[in-house]
């Protein structure tokens, strides 16, 4: 599985910012999938993840938030985030895992899009 993502860069506090992550394979579909993000200088954490029949978990700081979704006709996931906050700023990356109660990453990553959110 290769994935991409797109749609990162810099935005106000308070702005919103949509991320998309393309896959590539016949089998996208049966993947869970997560994003994960990586603050300047921390480790990385997986901020929300979506199973293949669209079950979603999301980390507890952006919930109301962000929300993840995703379209299997385009290979496509995506995380809409509102209401954004500086703390909020890191290297978001897309990931193929699997579903067992929770998400489980796959060592499939993408190449991270940045996003900054700065007044």
């Known amino acids: 599985v290769q994935l991409v993502e797109s749609g990162g860069g810099l935005v106000q506090p308070g702005g919103s910012l949509r991320l998309s992550c393309a896959g590539s394979?016949?089998?996208?579909?049966?993947?869970?999938m997560g994003w994960y993000r990586q603050p300047p200088g921390k480790q990385r954490e997986l901020v929300a993840a979506i199973s293949s029949g669209k079950t979603t978990n999301y980390e507890e700081s952006v919930k109301a938030r962000f929300t993840i979704s995703r379209d299997n006709a385009k290979k496509t996931v995506y995380l809409q985030m509102n209401s954004l906050k500086p703390e909020d700023t890191a290297v978001y990356y897309c990931?193929?895992?699997?579903?067992?109660?929770?998400?489980?990453?796959?060592?499939?990553w993408g190449q991270g899009t940045q996003v900054i959110v700065s007044s």
């Open positions: 394979g016949s089998i996208f579909s049966v993947y869970a």
């Open positions: 990931n193929a895992g699997r579903w067992s109660g929770s998400y489980h990453p796959f060592d499939y």
